[in-house]
């Protein structure tokens, strides 16, 4: 298992603290897990009251946001290029 | 005032008022500019000829204050596209002309020399000679007319290319400064306004005596709905993404999504884009000594405009919207925001629409005319537009001429129009609305990315061909009536996401109108301007082959998902059956 790069977006790089971080996982769910455990900051932009990853919060791997995929059992891996953003809009 | 018509034709001298048609009083924005169009112009004449009108109308509720709703429509048969249409503007003029009692400002005649400018106050309407602002930058022209008239007057106004008679001319608008940086630009309306021999509008509000509103309770249930629900969503609260990135927030999550055209819709993604994102055009803008964030008219929640200048604070721009720092940026193969801004500030300054300006610099690219990235090249290019030489006039008649002067087969067009900053086949819901909306190659027109990039109103997987044609329908419907409500497209993000707010919303229109409407009569209506307009475009000689994509889009795979635009045809043609 190595290390996965993960970047952030908007008013998430705040929470981070940077643009991206490393972290190691094997799926999004345990990304997840790391990254707030590491980062206790990014808990409240990401999760909701019952610990829930929030709806408003879209994570994407490989340019596929994983709600299209396998959800929070999308598989990463140092290969992968992994994004989250907050909820975000324009046009 | 009572609401009226003003009909003005400089050709015969003529200014006049009219009382309002019954069909028309409860309608607003684009339903009245586009049945106004629909029932006074020949769908077969040509758009800069004598029979072609220029039409403005403020939305439902602009100019009351229901939160972000200073938008109004310019309507007209298109010289970029052959077809209805009808383009869409958010500037404080919108609310003047609503407060001066104004439906709408019909603009007929074709004289044969020399440019007006048209003064309306509350008192009177009145001509006066507009040769001295002739053929100079509108920043320069908006600083006189300020000058002259004061710093509250409002500013609607056709620049150089609409002197040109360019099918990429634009309609400008002031900003809440007074900067020529708010645009209704698609689709050529500049040329109209100048072909009826008027370079400018002048609205100078004092004491107008502002929107009736018929049932007040009504009105102020609704909008403390709309208020709540705008400040509760992620997306337009205050220090939501809009107000603290501004649109622009939009270019790293297309890239990343693979829908950001680079290099003329060669690939949808580069490493390059975070230089020209929002997250990076706000760090610049504290820097630079920009405003952030800024509303394009007053009483805007949203705030997603700004002010972006040069160092210093100097040779303010207005607004550097994603659409345009994509198409001038890019799509043109340049990832420098100073240049970028620069561009932006050239197409204000001439009166171009932005989105066309930047996919016509890269079809001229594709074809040799520069290279991709060629930024300074670029700059020569508008300089060449300023001096009205024979390719500057080129270059603002749209993408579609050059391609085709060029030899370009690559050209991202539907119906002459060019397509905006997000590529269909990544994203193809939106190339759905792209080929079947009546407008031409028009994102505003039926924003589906809202489900399938945003997460916003639900969802739908952007490179699934399967649920296109339902999803753009129903979005072309919403924007039938959002255009025709005075409320900004951006309204829709809280809306969709929360019924109540939608309520809300429908109840501030029935206020105004004095009756209930409902959510249902937002169908209703967006269905009704939609059928006149696919009517008036039936009548121009657009058939079904008239909504498709360009060919390229269906044979050349995009990268890095190596997608082609696979919506069918029979589907494309099923979104305006009945």
Not at chain 1, 52 to 57: G, P, R, S
Not at chain 2, 81 to 89: A, D, P, R, Y
Not at chain 2, 557 to 569: A, F, I, K, Q, T
């Amino acid at each position: 298992m190595t290390g996965v790069t993960v970047r952030f977006f908007a008013n998430l790089r705040e929470a981070a603290g940077s643009k991206s971080v490393q972290v190691e996982a094997e799926d999004v769910g345990s990304m997840v897990e790391i990254l707030i455990e590491k980062h206790p900051e990014l808990g409240d932009e990401m999760l909701d009251e019952k610990g829930e990853l929030k709806d408003t919060v879209k994570i994407m791997v490989d340019g596929r946001n994983i709600d299209f995929l396998e959800g929070l059992h999308t598989k990463i891996d140092k290969t992968k290029k992994v994004a989250v953003f907050p909820l975000i809009a324009g046009g | 005032m009572a609401e009226g018509i003003l009909r003005v034709n400089i050709e015969k001298g003529e200014i006049s008022y009219e009382d309002v048609p019954e069909d028309l009083q409860k309608l607003g924005g684009r339903a009245v500019t586009s049945s106004i169009v629909a029932d006074e112009v020949p769908s077969n004449c040509h758009p800069l000829g004598p029979n072609n009108k220029l039409v403005l109308a403020p939305g439902i509720v602009t100019g009351t204050s229901a939160p972000s709703s200073g938008r109004m429509s310019a309507g007209a048969k298109s010289p970029l596209t052959g077809g209805i249409k009808e383009s869409n503007v958010g500037s404080r003029f919108a609310q003047t002309m609503a407060k001066l009692g104004l439906k709408a400002i019909i603009v007929e005649g074709m004289p044969e020399d020399g440019y007006k400018l048209l003064h309306i106050s509350q008192e009177d309407a009145k001509f006066l000679d507009a040769s001295k602002l002739s053929n100079i930058g509108l920043y320069e022209a908006y600083e006189k007319i300020h000058d002259e008239f004061g710093d509250k007057v409002d500013i609607c106004s056709a620049g150089i290319a609409g002197e040109m008679k360019a099918s990429n001319a634009g309609l400008c608008f002031n900003d809440i400064d007074g900067l020529s940086s708010r645009y209704a630009g698609r689709g050529g309306l500049g040329a109209v306004m100048a072909s009826r021999g008027l370079k400018f509008i002048v609205l100078d509000g004092k004491g107008a005596s502002g929107v009736e509103i018929k049932d007040k309770e009504m009105f102020e249930r609704g909008k403390k709905k709309l208020v709540k629900g705008l400040k509760e969503h992620d997306v337009t609260k205050p220090g939501g993404a809009l107000s603290s990135f501004g649109t622009n927030v939009l270019i790293n999550i297309l890239d990343e999504s693979g829908g950001l055209p680079h290099r003329n819709f060669s690939a949808g993604s580069d490493e390059n884009a975070e230089k020209v994102s929002g997250e990076k055009k706000a760090d610049m803008i504290k820097e630079l000594g920009g405003v952030r964030p800024h509303v394009c008219s007053p009483g805007c929640i949203i705030q997603c405009s700004e002010v972006w200048t040069k160092k210093g604070g100097k040779d303010p721009v207005g607004v550097l919207e994603y659409e345009s720092v994509w198409a001038l940026g890019p799509n043109c193969g340049i990832y420098d925001l100073k240049i970028i801004g620069e561009l932006n500030r050239a197409c204000n300054d001439l009166g171009l629409d932005t989105i066309e300006m930047g996919n016509t610099i890269a079809v001229a690219m594709e074809g040799g005319m520069l290279e991709f990235g060629d930024g300074k090249g670029a700059l020569k290019l508008m300089d060449e537009i300023r001096k009205k030489t024979h390719t500057g006039r080129l270059l603002a008649n749209g993408a579609d001429l050059v391609g085709k002067a060029l030899g370009v087969y690559r050209v991202p067009t539907v119906k002459g129009q060019s397509i905006p900053a997000y590529d269909p086949r990544a994203v193809k819901g939106i190339g759905t609305t792209y080929a079947t909306t009546t407008m031409g190659a028009d994102h505003t027109a039926g924003y589906t990315v809202a489900t399938e990039i945003l997460s916003v109103g639900g969802e739908s997987d952007p490179l699934d061909p399967s649920d296109k044609a339902e999803l753009s329908k129903n979005f072309q419907i919403h924007a039938g009536f959002i255009d025709s409500s005075g409320y900004c497209l951006f309204t829709t993000f809280a809306t969709l996401d929360d019924p109540e707010t939608m309520e809300g919303m429908a109840e501030t229109i029935g206020g105004v109108i004095g009756e209930e409407f409902t959510v249902e009569d937002m169908e209703k209506m967006g269905k009704q301007v939609l059928a006149i307009e696919r009517k008036f475009n039936k009548e121009a000689g657009f058939t079904d082959k008239d909504d498709r994509l360009p060919e390229f889009m269906r044979e050349e795979p995009l990268p890095p998902h190596n997608e082609v635009y696979d919506v069918s045809d029979e589907e494309l043609d099923m979104i305006h059956e009945d």
